[in-house]
């Protein structure tokens, strides 16, 4: 099944390595890898990742673009991925049964089993997060970028929800609601988790989309990124 949202053809993000204070950015070339191993943890493309603390979504402005990563901080030092670089793997243990009543019915009908990553962490399970952290202040306007969830292929669908007293109320993205926005700003400086839930165990591809205005009202992007996850 292959949801998507109409939108203009976004730029490829152009595989890199980088090192910063805080980590490496990985883009699956063996070599450089190894020439960089003492600046950092380094790993060779196809890497899967299955538990831990990492920011699925880890936008960064290089002056030039937008850029999207995989944040990994469930090593030391921490590691940034290129997104085709890696899976991100939802284990069975996510195995989640959906509750009774409308404020869950994005999941599907209740007594039957998706698999969730929560929101809040837990051990053995990938705890994926939205990281603003590298976009400086005062950069662009609102201090925000959009990042939106552009299309979805796999056997069911992804929905991004908040816990709260309606939790189908507090989606951010759901590949199978056209009628949402499936767009939520990244705060300069943010770091945020939610539950992402997958309706069906499988292979799926998400292609994320990201995009801002400076301060001086220049438009930048649309950049995109395609995650690959492997649930069930």
């Known amino acids: 099944m292959r949801t998507s949202i109409p939108a203009s053809t976004p730029a490829s993000t152009p595989a890199r390595v980088r090192t910063s204070p805080r980590s490496l950015t990985v883009v699956g070339a063996l070599a450089a890898a190894v020439s960089l191993a003492g600046l950092g943890t380094a790993h060779a493309a196809g890497t899967t990742l299955s538990q831990g603390h990492i920011d699925a979504i880890d936008v960064e402005y290089d002056g030039t673009a937008l850029q999207f990563h995989v944040h990994d901080h469930s090593v030391a030092p921490a590691v940034e991925y290129a997104p085709g670089d890696v899976v991100l793997r939802v284990l069975p243990a996510a195995a989640y049964t959906v509750p009774a009543g409308t404020c869950h019915s994005h999941l599907g009908t209740a007594g039957t089993t998706v698999y969730r990553l929560p929101q809040t962490e837990t051990t053995g ?51 199978a609601d056209t009628a949402l926005a499936n767009t939520r700003d990244v705060a300069a400086g943010e770091h945020d988790h939610a539950n992402w839930a997958f309706t069906k165990a499988g292979t799926y591809t998400a292609t994320f989309k990201v995009s801002g205005t400076l301060a001086n009202g220049t438009k930048v992007g649309p950049t995109s990124a395609v995650y690959t996850f492997q649930v069930g």
Do not use: M
């Not at 603003?132 to 990042?147: I, M, N, Y």
């Open 125 to 175: 399970l990938l705890w994926p997060g939205v990281s603003g952290e590298h976009l400086a202040p005062g950069v662009f306007q609102g201090d925000k970028v959009q990042v939106s969830l552009a299309s979805v292929s796999g056997p069911g669908k992804i929905t991004v929800y908040k816990n709260g007293l309606c939790p189908k109320n507090n989606r951010s993205y759901d590949s």
